[in-house]
């Protein structure tokens, strides 16, 4: 039992080491929370607070806004999400530049009618002072769902 027991503790410390992240991943890593939270919320100061004016916003559908359009929709209440999660994520930086790859799914309405959401998002953010802020976001599509 001793043994199994080590093993067990050496396959954890193993599994945390191989998932480390460097402090630009994490504070990556939080702005992407940070972000989830803020759409959920749909507060214009969070939403403006986390990304670039600049920013261009891509859905999978196709349809393409603007910072200040994709910040109007959410407040504005276009689109409403009630749940949002993020997963299968992936944080790749180099530089002031981060590339964030994950799954999204969610539950919303969108212009009055009820979505599930499934697919893919690839976000770009740019260090701004010592700031992630979001540059652009891609949605495409997921492999289905097993």
Known sequence: MKKVLIAF???LACAGASQAQT???KAVAQAVESLRKAILSAKRA???NLILPSLTYAHSTGRTESAKQFVDNLVDKGTVFKELAFSQMTISVDGDVAVVRHMLDSDHV???KPVK???MVLLVYKKVGKYWKLFARQGYAAPPKA
């Open 23 to 25: 402090p630009d991943e």
């Open 46 to 48: 969070d939403l403006e």
């Open 9 to 11: 503790v050496l396959l």
């Open 117 to 119: 959401g499934h697919f």
């Open 110 to 112: 969108a212009q009055g």
